[in-house]
């Protein structure tokens, strides 16, 4: 058996050769075996170039999902960050826009996942038939070579290319851009009506311009105990404060203001407010401040009107100044010890009259607040002095 048919592809013995196989095209069993040689060797080479496109195409995968959960987690963040500058009724379809994306995420990584699972797959069983190939190649009997090689050699089926379809980086983005129309439409429809709301409030509620305009919109006010300085007195229903030489015996708050004889409302300012200060003494500063403002130490961020947390209205040695941000604005107008202070807070609006048979603008302010107000006294240290938020009937 050291002849080799190739018309009959068997092993055959030298009489064979001349007999049942005469005509045949017949060769010696080690001339087959190297021309299979080169062929097993063209099989191996085959192999291991599909094995480094298969392993090229799977570092193309996982860079698909990477991206894919890249665009993914920057959609849903755009989404929410759109979707919080709307208004509260709206921040569901936030929500929903985000499941449909991590949705559609689960879908094409399990698709991706699937794909290159395959792969993998494949990768394990080409190494398996190479390093079978492999063993085979050193087999030094050619008969059993022969035997083995048809059922090796015999490859299955390898996975299309042109499956693997790449997408591009962004994945998402039609979803962004999508959520951003619906933002920029919601907006303009949202200013619009709100110049119209605007106007309406204009035309229906004008400034006030008497005393008794202004009493329609009067608040009751009263300290709050929990801010007040160690050296103020609180009496009247915490409406009128008192200068005192001793420390009054209150608790210690973190709300309390440690260094200067100031205090802050109980009650927060929103809307149309107007309330009236009354004081004896050297001076005071008549203001209005925002929750945070600081309250321990003795720096320009404790002191009302010395920071852009609170405006302040100030009478000192007979005359009358302004304090925003430390900075100064001299005022003028007729002597009086009430003073009144009108809030439009949605406005912007924060007037300073002089109260006495008539009242007289001191100073008005147009600005944008963007927290509630809470009015607020400050007094100098001097023994006695007075301040009172008056009932207004």
Known sequence: MKMFCRTDQQSICYLCSVDEHKGHDTVSAAAERTERQRELE?????????????????KLLQQEVEAINQSADQTVEHSEK???????????????????????????????????EKLEQEITELKRKDAELKQLSHTEDH??????????????????????????????EDVTAAVSEVRDKLQDILREEWTNISLTVTEVEPEPKTRAEFLKYSCEITLDPNTAHKCLLLSEGNRKVTVMNEQQCYYHHPDKFTYWC???????????????????????????????????????????????????FNYYKNSFTFWYNNIQTPVS?????????????????????SVSETMTLLHRVQTTFTQPLY??????????????????K
């Open 333 to 353: 107008g007729p002597q009086s010890s009430r003073v009144g202070v009108y809030l439009d807070h949605r406005a912007g609006i924060l007037s300073f009259y």
């Open 42 to 58: 063209v099989s191996r080479q085959n192999i291991q170039q599909r094995i480094q496109d298969r392993e090229k195409d799977v």
């Open 143 to 172: 008969i059993q070579f022969l035997h083995n090689y048809p059922s090796l050699s015999a490859l299955s089926e390898s996975t299309d290319s042109s499956s693997i379809n790449i997408r591009p980086l962004s994945y998402f």
């Open 262 to 312: 100031q205090a802050l409302s109980r009650e927060s300012l929103t809307g149309r407010c107007y309330w009236e200060v009354e004081w004896r003494g050297r001076g005071i500063h008549v203001a209005v401040a925002y929750k945070d403002i600081s309250r321990a130490g003795w720096g320009n961020e404790c002191k009302l009107g010395r920071n852009e947390n609170s405006w302040a």
């Open 375 to 392: 009015a607020g006294l400050w007094l100098y240290c001097n023994f006695g002095d007075t301040a009172e938020f008056i009932k207004l």
């Open 82 to 116: 759109i979707f919080t500058e709307l208004i509260h009724l709206i921040q569901k379809r936030s929500s929903d826009v985000k499941q449909q994306i991590r949705s559609q995420q689960e879908t094409e990584v399990s698709r991706v996942k699937e794909l290159e």
